[in-house]
C-alpha cells in the first residue's frame, strides 16, 4: 500500500463543497506538489492528511493507518506527518534550536541531552548550526522558515506537508527556503508541498496535482503536466501565472 492514500473524499465547510471526491496516492520518498487557483481547495486537502481538518466522505490511510477523529488516533498520526506552515510560529521566547527541542521533549518525551542532540542535527540539516542559541527576532524570516523545517524534521516524519512555506517571505527569500526543500526531495524524503512556486513544482515534483473547484482536474509527471497540459483549465492556469 502506499505511505499516503487518499480515496474519494470530501469536505464541506457548511454549505460550501470544497473537496469533490478527491482520490490521491503518494508513494514513499515521492514528492508531490499541489497545483491550483486560490480558493481551488489545496490547503484544505493538505491539511486534511494531519487531521487539521476532518473529512465529511471517503477514507484517508497513513502508513497503513486509517485516519478517524479520535484524540489518540490524531496524536499517533501526527507523529508521522510533520506539517510546516506558511508562517513560522516559533515561540520568540525560546532560541531556534530550544524550538526545535521542544515536541521532542513534551510529545515525544525525550530527555534534554537527547533532545539537544537530534535538534543539532535538524538544524544541521537545514544550515542553521550557527543559529541554534539565536532567538528568532534576530534571524531573518528565511531562516525562521528553515528552523520551522528543522523542528518538522526532528520528529522524524513519514512524511512532511509543506503549506505554502514561502508564501510569507520576501522575494530574494524564498531561493534558501526552496533550497532545503531540495535537498531533502533529493534525500528521499516523503513531501506533499502546496506551492506557487511553479519552477520548483517543475523541477523538484515526482508528480504534480492540478486542483480545480475542488477536484484532482489534471495530475502527473510535471513535466508533461506542464509541457502539454490536457485540459483548457490547466492551460490557463499555466498561462495565467507566466
Ligand atoms: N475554515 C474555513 N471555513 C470556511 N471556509 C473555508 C475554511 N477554510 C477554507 N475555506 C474555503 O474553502 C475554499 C478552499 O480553500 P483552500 O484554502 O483550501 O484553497 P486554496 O486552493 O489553498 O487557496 P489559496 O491558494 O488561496 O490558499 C475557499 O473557498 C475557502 O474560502
Known amino acids: 500500500m502506499s505511505l499516503v492514500n487518499i480515496n474519494e473524499i470530501h469536505k464541506y465547510f457548511d454549505d460550501l463543497h470544497v473537496l469533490k471526491g478527491v482520490t490521491l496516492e503518494v508513494q514513499e520518498g515521492e514528492v508531490v506538489t499541489i497545483i491550483g487557483r486560490s480558493g481551488s481547495g489545496k490547503s484544505t486537502l493538505l491539511r486534511t492528511i494531519n487531521g487539521l481538518e476532518g473529512i465529511d466522505g471517503g477514507t484517508i490511510h497513513v502508513d497503513g493507518h486509517e485516519l478517524v477523529s479520535s484524540t489518540k488516533s490524531l496524536r499517533e498520526l501526527r507523529l508521522k506527518v510533520g506539517m510546516v506552515f506558511q508562517q513560522f510560529n516559533l515561540f520568540p521566547h525560546l532560541k531556534a534550536g530550544q524550538n526545535v527541542m521542544l515536541a521532542l521533549k513534551v510529545v515525544k518525551g525525550i530527555d534534554e541531552a537527547e533532545a539537544r542532540e537530534m535538534a543539532l542535527k535538524a538544524m544541521e540539516k537545514v544550515g542553521l548550526l550557527e543559529k541554534f542559541d539565536v532567538y528568532p527576532d534576530q534571524l531573518s524570516g528565511g531562516q525562521q522558515q528553515r528552523v520551522a523545517i528543522a523542528r518538522a524534521l526532528a520528529m522524524s516524519p513519514k512524511v512532511l506537508l509543506c503549506d505554502e512555506i514561502t508564501s510569507a517571505l520576501d522575494p530574494e527569500l524564498v531561493n534558501e527556503v526552496l533550497t532545503v526543500v531540495r535537498q531533502l526531495a533529493d534525500e528521499g524524503i516523503t513531501l506533499i508541498i502546496v506551492t506557487h512556486e511553479m ?12 486542483m480545480h473547484h475542488g477536484r484532482v482536474h489534471e495530475s502527473g509527471d510535471p513535466k508533461d503536466l506542464f509541457n502539454n497540459p490536457q485540459t483548457p483549465e490547466l492551460s490557463a492556469f499555466i498561462q495565467s501565472i507566466a
Request: no cysteine; proline share 0%; glycine share 0%.
Open 199 to 210: 519552477r520548483f513544482a517543475r523541477d523538484v515534483s515526482d508528480k504534480v496535482i492540478f
